[in-house]
């Protein structure tokens, strides 16, 4: 029977093809994503700065620890695809980094 791990996942990307709109809207909002505040969560945490170029989230996920970090990327790379569609945001180079907390803890738990 598998166990749940906790995986940390930064799902890195660019923006690509933004409107005038989006444009508007990011930079009006990005103060809020540039802050030290920006940590692992459910729901993710976007970063970014004011020349839009690229940005990243910052994912905490719960998912199968036999499927490794592959599910744990791909979760998190779903959460941010949707994400960035709702808000009508273009995208591209999408590229996940995903660490397994509970592994990652037991080592440091074996020094």
Not at 79 to 96: F, H, I, P
């Amino acid at each position: 029977m598998a166990t749940e791990h906790t995986y940390r996942v930064t799902v890195r990307g660019r923006f690509d093809h933004l409107d005038r709109e989006a444009r508007e809207r990011l930079l009006a909002e990005a103060g809020a994503h540039t802050s030290p505040q920006w940590r692992f969560t459910e729901n993710g945490t976007l970063r970014y700065g004011p020349d839009l170029t690229s940005f990243a989230f910052r994912y905490l996920v719960t998912a199968d620890s036999e499927e490794g970090d592959g599910l744990a990327s791909l979760l998190a790379e779903e959460r941010a695809v949707q994400t960035l569609d709702e808000a009508g945001y273009g995208y591209a180079e999408l590229r996940c980094e995903a660490t397994d907390m509970d592994v990652k803890k037991a080592g440091r738990e074996g020094r």
